[in-house]
């Protein structure tokens, strides 16, 4: 790496992490060794450091870039085989800043990546600085930068690296934030299979409810589920209001389809685990909403996508129709769920958590 280059990154990197000082500095950062600040305090970070004018992203999930106009600009006229460079901040979780400059030479892609931490004693400092070339990339309608860069391959390493990569430039909607947040982050796409299936009021049989439990408690009550509290399964009546709760279904149902232990009196739930889950590229998928409609009967469509910034580094695995219904207090059903275009092929076939 050309020396100025380097020193260039190292000095970008540590003013901007003193124009944050402040900010780091009065934050809850936990007990733990390694600090992870709070989703509010990097969000008030990345506004400090947007008054730069340099486009500055973060890692909270949903979030926008800010100042993406010139990252647009410059992916557009790459894309048109015009050479130039383009520098973008990310803020990590621990408060450190990342420093990426895309360098395209009208050919090629690089990328000189720096990232600085805060010492013990609250210094900025710098944790690596590479360059390496960009072995391909491309820049989505959506307005999603994927690129994957050369990294080692066997035989010279005996493991295979993750070279990819997925930003967000374009941004999201106020509302299709709200609803991705509201409706489909809480799922995802492992564990159960209400997004990756398709299902409508007459057709339910096929979810998988034990699976699904878990993922509506954490929604419901803003908290992880802890199995801990039902050493000998989930009361039937909790486990069945949750469900009814979130889908338009009668206990008698929910009692023919899921797994039930009639002597107890409870719904049986399993941890996921190497014994009945298989790790897909795909689970790590992240859903989020593209499109916004509200029908003639009172429901609402929410075209989802399906962003998977790992190894296969696409921004729509797969594109979905979820439909909902939303009451005036706030809460809402789901009512189904279309996988479109034959997509459901694609992916990889849904391994229920319990089986009878």
């Known amino acids: 790496m050309d020396e100025q280059e380097e020193k260039e990154a190292a000095n970008d990197c540590k003013k901007m992490m003193e124009l944050i000082f402040d900010i780091y500095k009065d934050a809850d950062k936990g007990t733990a060794s390694n600090v992870v600040l709070n989703d509010e305090t990097i969000l008030e970070m990345q506004k400090r450091l947007m008054e730069t004018g340099c486009p500055v992203s973060t890692l909270v999930t949903y979030s926008n870039m800010e100042n993406y106009e010139s990252v647009?600009?410059?992916?557009?006229?790459?894309?048109?085989?015009?050479?130039?460079?383009?520098?973008?901040?990310?803020?990590?979780?621990?408060?450190?800043?990342?420093?990426?400059?895309?360098?395209?030479?009208?050919?090629?892609?690089?990328?000189?990546?720096?990232?600085?931490?805060?010492?013990?004693?609250?210094?900025?400092?710098?944790?690596?600085?590479?360059?390496?070339?960009?072995?391909?990339?491309?820049?989505?309608?959506?307005?999603?930068?994927?690129?994957?860069?050369?990294?080692?391959?066997?035989?010279?390493?005996?493991?295979?690296?993750?070279?990819?990569?997925?930003?967000?430039?374009?941004?999201?909607?106020?509302?299709?934030?709200?609803?991705?947040?509201?409706?489909?982050?809480?799922?995802?796409?492992?564990?159960?299979?209400?997004?990756?299936?398709?299902?409508?009021?007459?057709?339910?049989?096929?979810?998988?409810?034990?699976?699904?439990?878990?993922?509506?408690?954490?929604?419901?009550?803003?908290?992880?589920?802890?199995?801990?509290?039902?050493?000998?399964?989930?009361?039937?009546?909790?486990?069945?209001?949750?469900?009814?709760?979130y889908l338009p279904i009668t206990a008698e149902q929910i009692r023919e389809y899921a797994v039930f232990d009639e002597e107890n009196q409870t719904y049986l739930w399993a941890r996921l685990g190497c014994f009945n889950y298989a790790p897909t590229f795909f689970g790590t998928s992240l859903p989020e909403v593209v499109a916004i409609k509200e029908n003639v009967d009172g429901t609402v469509t929410l075209t989802v996508e399906a962003v998977c910034d790992m190894v296969i580094c696409d921004d729509a695995v797969i594109t979905h129709e979820l439909t909902v219904r939303f009451a005036e207090d706030g809460s809402f059903q789901y009512l189904g769920n279309e996988i479109l275009n034959d997509e459901i092929m694609q992916i990889p076939d849904y391994q229920y958590r319990i089986k009878e």
């Open 72 to 245: 647009d600009r410059f992916l557009e006229e790459c894309t048109d085989g015009k050479s130039g460079s383009v520098v973008i901040y990310e803020i990590h979780g621990d408060g450190g800043i990342g420093r990426m400059k895309f360098i395209f030479d009208g050919t090629e892609m690089y990328v000189v990546s720096a990232g600085g931490i805060w010492n013990d004693n609250n210094k900025p400092g710098m944790s690596y600085i590479s360059y390496t070339r960009i072995k391909e990339w491309k820049y989505t309608e959506k307005g999603w930068f994927g690129y994957e860069l050369c990294v080692p391959e066997p035989p010279e390493v005996s493991e295979i690296m993750d070279g990819s990569c997925l930003i967000r430039i374009k941004p999201m909607t106020e509302e299709q934030r709200e609803m991705s947040e509201r409706c489909v982050r809480g799922l995802g796409y492992q564990g159960q299979n209400l997004l990756c299936s398709n299902w409508n009021v007459e057709n339910m049989s096929e979810l998988d409810y034990n699976g699904m439990f878990e993922y509506l408690y954490g929604m419901k009550y803003g908290k992880k589920f802890n199995s801990e509290d039902y050493p000998n399964g989930i009361p039937k009546e909790e486990f069945e209001n949750l469900i009814m709760e």
